[in-house]
């Protein structure tokens, strides 16, 4: 299972519904996990490994060294709230690059959970933030839609320069977001 690198056509599609509680989706959700890991990231879209599905897979805890990954199945955000933070994001599919993005820092997502129960998880600060990165994915958004229109055009630079100097995944010109914010799951 490899990443899907943007500009890939994948990563603008949006993204199928699964069926709660299919059994297949247990081993997606495995090998999605393991690829996250190993390229430190904090959440990973199916559709960044080319499974057009609406799954994701994040851990957000990265103070804690036992891997604690959490799978939504057809997630969907509810609730959003707060004043929107400007803050840089960065993507297992777009390598050496971060790209600031305004989002509400807090959201409520409903998503059914690997045995096909219907669960809410709730997130700010870096959780919070992840989510609707994730969420994005599977409605074929990236960074560089997710941005200032502004914002796009030096993306899209850095990007291009990240590219031709062999950026691979996981790397980013600076942190995913500011690690002083600490995930709240309530
Ligand atoms: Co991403």
């Given at each position: 299972m490899k990443i899907v690198l943007s500009p890939d056509p994948t990563l603008r599609q949006v993204a199928e519904p699964c069926t709660p509680g299919d059994p297949a989706l247990k081993k997606l959700a495995t090998k999605m996990a393991k690829v996250m890991y190993k390229n430190d990231g904090v959440g990973l879209a199916a559709p960044q490994v080319g499974?057009?599905?609406?799954i994701i897979v994040v851990d957000c805890?990265?103070?804690?060294?036992e891997p604690t990954p959490i799978t939504l199945v057809?997630?969907?955000?509810?609730e959003s709230s707060g004043e929107p933070e400007k803050e840089n994001e960065g993507c297992l599919s777009c390598p050496g690059i971060s790209v600031p993005v305004t989002r509400p820092p807090f959201v409520k997502v409903g998503y059914y959970d690997l045995d096909g129960n219907e669960c809410t998880i709730e997130g700010d600060g870096l959780l919070g933030r992840c989510l609707q990165h994730e969420i994005d994915h599977l409605d074929g958004r990236t960074l560089f839609e997710s941005c200032d229109p502004l914002d796009r055009i030096q993306a899209l630079r850095d990007y291009d320069a990240a590219l031709a100097a062999g950026a691979k995944p996981g790397?980013?010109?600076?942190?995913?977001?500011?690690?002083?914010?600490m995930p709240q799951v309530r």
């Open positions: 499974v057009l599905k609406r805890d990265i103070e804690n060294d057809n997630p969907q955000i509810v790397q980013t010109s600076s942190p995913i977001a500011e690690t002083d914010k």
